[in-house]
């Protein structure tokens, strides 16, 4: 598993997915990107032309880059936010980060991930996508909610003061 943030990993997966896999199995066009500021609140304006969003919490790993010390969580969030409008959807990810604990410098490292990871949280995302852009019944009846948190992967008791999601309000925290 990566201890670095690799937008590519999670690019091919999706496209992977979409083509092989054939999640989306509907003949539109579906493209990833990333935002790195966005956050979870979705305008009216925004609802009317389709958005929706999604946030999945899952296990990651980090890398400070001032003394290389290295963690892991089992809370770190992702956040989706997608539409479908014609033929054309369009996913933005945003991966929220981390603080140092012996640095305390107040830097948001962004996490690596397993491929298994990042299957398993794209996986889900379809899923709500499925679900929200094409009326498909979701499989998964456990998920009433809008956040989900992959399998449970104990690690130390999360900290809210270094973990950016929880300082927005928006941690899958328990």
Request: proline residues 2%; negative net charge; aromatic residues 12%.
């Amino acid at each position: 598993m990566s201890k670095d943030w690799v937008p590519s990993l999670w690019q091919e997966n999706f496209e992977e997915m979409l083509d092989d896999d054939q999640e989306l199995d509907y003949g539109d066009l579906w493209k990833l990107s990333f935002n790195y500021s966005q956050t979870e609140e979705v305008t009216k304006e925004e609802r009317k032309r389709g958005w929706r969003v999604y946030s999945h919490c899952a296990y990651g790993k980090f890398r400070c880059d001032t003394c290389t010390k290295t963690w892991s969580s089992a809370r770190v969030v992702l956040l989706f936010r997608y539409r479908l409008r014609s033929d054309r959807g369009t996913v933005i990810m945003r991966p929220f980060g981390q603080a140092c604990r012996r640095c305390k410098d107040d830097v948001f490292y962004l996490p690596g991930f397993s491929q298994e990871v990042v299957e398993q949280a794209l996986l889900k995302l379809f899923a709500k996508i499925r679900k929200n852009c094409y009326g498909e019944e979701e499989d998964d009846e456990d998920d009433d909610a809008s956040s989900s948190c992959s399998d449970k992967v104990r690690t130390k008791p999360h900290e809210k003061s270094l973990c950016e999601a929880c300082i927005q309000g928006i941690c899958c925290q328990e």
